[in-house]
């Protein structure tokens, strides 16, 4: 894993450049020394003083500033990591050409540390034949091009193009740092993730649930989609996360729903993710009104519960019975001996991998760290090390990968 100190956040000419700022923010704070280095039509969105103020190092754009220290050089050089957001249509196309004509395409060609493009430009510059085959050029020299987001753009447009969240973009730079370059091992796949807990009523007001947040499952679909997977995410509840880009998201709340949203599109789909923490067991009857305390036909004191249905399990007989031909992944939280009821998970269900941790003393669950194993039919064990749950995501997509041999 690359520590990550000096980081390099470029800047293009773009109206998300003040989306920069907030990037700078998460860098500073998690302790990185954060160099801005924009280009001059990125000043005409952002002044200076801005990002001089936001990270605390002079900001310069061109190649003949402080030449006594060879700035064009060694600010690639001493970079730990480099990330320029937004990256617009022509910064692209600069970089992918090799040019050296500014500050920041200068640095980027010096730079041998991980370097990530987090674009943002309207849709027609996106799907342009010229920035798609940039964006490749890139991606083949082991630059990370980020896939945008769909959503508002300048104006009254909306479709891909819109530039990620700071937040989203900083996880995912931590990720390239961890695990290398971004691969797209899964380009063109369909990748199906349920994420979050579910929830079985009892009544109008009130559930039976879990701790689960969501926050692996939608880890997961933000890698998938970034490998170039088309995604499509169950979720039951889940914490207010960003949406992947381009993802789908199909919401239920009970496992029975979300058994039927995950059978209904199993049958196209590469990859089955079952990360959701699905509730074993369901009221056998479901009050139509508030049950009352203290009324003898409301007694709350005692609830028959009836067995859910499993999912993971179902999908393993749909495959058997040639509805699916997918890689199917499940997932074990224990709160001991994971690694013998992991595997004895793993067997009776009939999955291909399965990751198993471990949640006692209240671990995983609503945090943003994971670590556990990763089982294989086969009989392998691989040790997730502790990491965020993007990195663990793609040790998970890299086992994937590996198994179905893309």
Known sequence: MTEIHNVVVGVAGGIAAYKACHLVREFTEAGCSVRVVPTPNALEFVGAATFEALSGHPVDTGVFTRVDEVQHVRVGQEADLVV?????????????????????????????????????????????????ANVATLRSRGVTVLEPAHGRLTGKDTGPGR??????????????????????????????ISAGGTQENIDPVRYIGNRSSGRQGYALAEVAAQRGAQVTIVAGAVDEL??????????????????????????????????????????????????????????????????????LKGIVEKRKAGETQA??????????????????????????????????????????????????????????????KQVVAARILDAVEAFAGW
Not at 246 to 275: F, L, P, T, Y
Request: glycine fraction near 8%; hydrophobic fraction near 45%.
């Open 242 to 311: 960003p949406t992947p880009a381009g993802a789908e998201i199909v919401r239920v709340r009970s496992a029975r729903e979300m058994q039927a949203a995950v059978n209904e599109r199993a049958r196209d789909a590469d990859v089955i993710i079952m990360a959701a923490a699905v509730a074993d067991y369901r009221p056998e009857r479901e009050a139509d009104s508030k049950l009352k305390k203290g009324i003898a036909d409301d007694d709350l004191s005692t609830l028959q519960l009836v067995e859910n249905p499993d999912i």
């Open 163 to 192: 530039m990620l969240e700071a937040g989203q973009i900083a996880e995912l730079t931590r990720t390239v740092a961890a695990t290398g370059s971004m691969g797209r091992g899964l380009e063109g796949k369909r990748v199906l």
């Open 84 to 132: 320029i957001a937004p990256a617009t249509a022509d910064v692209i196309a600069r970089i992918a050409a090799g040019r050296a004509d500014d500050l920041l395409t200068a640095t980027v060609l010096v730079a041998t540390c991980p370097v990530v493009l987090a674009p943002a430009m309207h849709t027609e510059m996106w799907n342009n034949p010229a920035t798609q």
């Open 327 to 388: 890689v199917i992944v499940g997932f074990a939280a224990e709160t001991d001996n994971p690694l013998e009821y992991g595997r004895a998970k793993l067997e009776r269900k009939g999955a291909d991998l399965l990751m198993v941790n471990s949640v006692a003393g209240g671990k995983v669950f609503g945090e943003t760290r994971n670590q556990g194993w990763i089982l294989g039919a086969d009989g392998s064990t691989f040790e997730v090390e502790d990491g965020s």
